[in-house]
């Protein structure tokens, strides 16, 4: 591409936002867009299992596609799973709905048997997705491809199953040093792989999903799964794709955050954007941080309480709304065009 075609394409509101430029009006994405609170997702998942919809690209894309086509978003996020690049390393899981690992991973034979991901050779199918998805996008909804911290997809490898506390996973992490460290490290690595490989296939931003990890004390937090991003995105500097990092639960480790090479931290409901702003720095955007829960609100509650989150990122730009977690699936619809709807119009032409 010229130059000049270059400077006519505009950049997505939503990757501005990421970089800290000024927006036409405040970015709007909503996690979990693509999923069961749609009539239309659960048509395609009546007749399909979860594993099989993110592995065939021409449902995979469609699913991805339907909230834009509902909704006014900033953004398409990638339909598949954290889990997705693993099963791609060799390891048996099935959904039911969260993930169950045939054999969870323990030993250093374990770890050594998971393949290190090639992403063209082992989930091709993604690669796919992302590419007709971005085929079939309009220039200003940015793509957002994603994958799972590194010590979010060990919970679930070590523990074998969802979990509210992820007791099994956390005493693992204490007692077993050495297997910890190495599956982090594979895990790191695959993961930078497969986030490359999303972005050269037209993924515009790239997020990490940590879930899990604001479940650690502070020190293991610090020891056991910081390092593992800061190893994961020191691997990604040379791309110009924005990285957010989704500090889920982590309000006590921000400080510790603010360190790390990414543009966005995604924050929840728990706390306020303003403080994580103080904490964090001017270099970076933040994203959320609206509670699921205010979707149920009547409308005119759900309009007040984006205000406050609106008031609460401050002026100035640096924000991407969001809920401060996924959408729940017995959300109306409605009431998520409502949000995007007046996220638009409170901020259009703001500074
Ligand atoms: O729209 C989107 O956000 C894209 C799709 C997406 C899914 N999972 C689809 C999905 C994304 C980004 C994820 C990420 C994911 N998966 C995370 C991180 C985000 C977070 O919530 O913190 C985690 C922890 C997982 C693991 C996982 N997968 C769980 C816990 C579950 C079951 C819980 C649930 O929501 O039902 C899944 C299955 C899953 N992943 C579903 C969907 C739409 C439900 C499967 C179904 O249709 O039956």
Redesign the pocket.
Known sequence: MSALTKAKVQTPPLIAAARGEATPHTPVW???????YLPE?RRV?SKTE?GA??RTPDLAAEV?LQ?VRRFNLDAA???????VPVEGMGVDLT?A???VIAHPIRTLKDVAKLRPLVPERDVPYVLETVRMVRAELPPHVALIG?A?SPF?VLS?LVSGK?SKEFATARAFVQSEPEVTAALLDHLADSTAAYLRAQAEAGAQAL?L?E??GGLLGRGDFARIALPSVQRLVSKLKDLDVPLIY?A?NCWTVLDLIAGLDVQVVGLDWRGSLAQARTVLGKGKTVQGNLDPASLFAPPEVLKRRIDDVLADAGPGGGHIFNLG??IW?ETDPDAVARLVDHVHSRTEGRP
Do not use: E
């Not at 909503?30 to 069961?36: E, F, H, K, T, V």
């Open positions: 909503i996690m979990r867009q693509a999923g069961r997702y998942r979860f919809l993110t991805t909230p996020i990638l339909f598949s799973d954290i889990m959904y709905p969260g993930p994603f799972g979010t679930y969802p997020m999903f879930s899990w989704f889920n977690h996924g699936p």
